[in-house]
């Protein structure tokens, strides 16, 4: 584990690198953040891959996860402050820290530039870390221009790894319950079923237009009991779970206003023109997931399918289906996670 110095605050960053592959100058730079409750440890088992397929894996703890720096009590007063505009500036500076981390690799790891479509760093945002991820993209204030310049040369694409429907601003009011909703649940319990709820294999749904309210209630209530948590020890879910992060930032993220993502999405899927322009967006979801990602594979289908309003460029995007996966593919079954992401990442894809 290292720590990355992101600001002149004091805030650092943990991560875990694979470093660089042998004999490969032009390699890709994947930096993988995670979502809620689950770490980047989750992504541990991606690394020994990376060299294999010419690629340097760095995986990160986002604030307020296990080493990284914690939110102080002012910057939670702010995730819950009554003031849209200054929950929308806490919701950037997540996004600004996510964009300095990346400044920190490209500047201090001394990786390479992109360059015809190889080289440079690709950020994979899984789950709630969507959410900072559309912030970089969804509006200039989130990195300034001093940051903007300085990510220029090496960002070339954001993978927006199973991002749940709340990363765009959706609610669906008659989806199924999500196993947070329950306030009087005591946070441990709330933790665990949520960490079942993810870690579920699902009835597979494969194509866009099948993903329905009622068939996403059928199959949420006809759900079997094959678990990425039985693959798991317990030494490994304590390492890769925060589970007090129900108790700090995660609920203060996920109840901010919806309209605050929504801009953010909108501005950074269909306005490609207003931030960095050149960095294209892969969306990949999985067929067997929790029913919220699939949802938000149908917002993004939704967003290819519009047109641009006039006078914007819409970002290039694909949207690709992992089949016969969960929400933890990436546990059980790294090598594939990497060896897609090496293909869809590389040149001419």
Known sequence: MSLAAIDGNGTKISYHDSGPPNGVTNYTTLVITHGLIVNGASFERLQPHAHTYGLRIIRINNRDYADS???????????????TEVQAAAIRRWGTETASFLRFVCEKLGIPPASDGAGGVVLVAEGLGNVAALAILGDERTMGPELTAALAPFLRTVVLYEPPMLTFGV???????????????????????????????????????????????????????????RQLSQEEVRRMTDLDILERSGPLIMATPLEIRQRHARRALMDADAVLPGVDVLTLWCDSSVWVTLWGAKVVNGFMNEQAEPGKRKREMRLVNIPDANHLVHLEQPERVVRLLAELTAKNN
Request: no cysteine.
């Open 69 to 83: 720096t914690r939110y102080t009590d002012a910057e939670l007063a702010d995730l819950a402050s009554k003031d």
């Open 171 to 229: 609610h669906l009011d008659d989806g199924p319950k999500l196993p947070i909703a329950d306030p009087t649940l005591p946070i441990s319990q709330a933790a665990n079923n949520f960490l079942a709820w993810i870690a579920a294999h699902y009835a597979p749904i494969s194509t866009i237009a099948d993903i329905t309210p009622a068939g996403l209630r059928e199959r949420d209530a006809n759900l079997t009991d094959n678990t990425t948590l």
